[in-house]
């Protein structure tokens, strides 16, 4: 009897195993962005922030591990393996800028966060708000018109992070001292690969739809 349970969840697809695991990741996703733009906002210690932001990323590594073990044992899946990698990759990539973005910042000894590191921080978290939807979509690929939605939307926001940086680089050469532009730049640089990032998951889910559709 023990084997013929084995064999049965070894063949039917473990869809639940898998959208359960991505959104509990968009999830982590999310609340690290919060977490970020709390901290860029001073509403709360900018320390204590970045503790939150680190253990919020080790458990996403902890997801993610998850995802690859139930990827390497299980025969047939709901999504294509490479998806299903490429997603969870992607997911764990925006976290780990959010927490080097973090990171430097307190590394760097910023105490005062200007309008820019500000403004990134929205985007970033207007951007995962919208991916967490689209992740939740995927259980049903084949009639989500969230999924195409979601894309649009946080290619339109990584266009204005572009700008955003580009405004800002301009602004750091107009009288600070350079060691203080480096290091702006650096972290300017760091917040907006991870709305690159946010754009590289976007579209991994509209391969999905259009795959599954």
């Known amino acids: ?3 013929t349970v084995g064999i049965k969840e070894w063949l039917i697809p473990q869809d639940k195993v898998f959208f359960d695991l991505f959104e509990r990741l968009a999830h982590i996703v999310v609340k690290s962005a919060e977490e970020l733009e709390q901290m860029v906002n001073n509403k709360t210690d900018r320390v204590t922030a970045y503790k939150r932001i680190k253990d919020l990323e080790h458990q996403g590594d902890m997801i993610t591990h998850e995802i690859y073990e139930n990827l ?3 025969f047939i899946t709901p999504l294509d393996p490479l998806e ?5 990759t992607a997911l764990d990539d925006i976290l780990d800028y ?5 990171e430097k910042m307190i590394n760097y000894g910023v105490v005062e966060f200007d309008c820019y590191m500000q403004d990134f921080a929205q985007l970033i978290r207007l951007s995962v708000v919208q991916l967490e939807c689209g992740v939740a979509s ?5 009639n989500s018109p969230g999924l195409d939605s979601c894309g649009i939307e946080v290619n339109r926001l990584e266009n204005l992070a572009d700008d955003l940086l580009s405004r800002g680089i301009q602004q750091l050469f107009k009288g600070l001292d350079a060691i203080m532009i480096i290091k702006l730049k650096d972290i300017y640089e760091c917040l907006e690969t991870a709305t690159d990032k946010c754009e590289d998951v976007a579209n991994v889910l509209s391969d999905i739809s259009i795959r599954h559709s």
Do not use: H
Not at 138 to 142: F, L, M, V, W
């Open 1 to 3: 009897m023990r084997l």
């Open 72 to 74: 390497n044992r299980t």
């Open 84 to 88: 299903i990698s490429r997603l969870a």
């Open 98 to 102: 959010i927490d080097d973005s973090a």
């Open 138 to 142: 995927i259980r049903n690929s084949k």
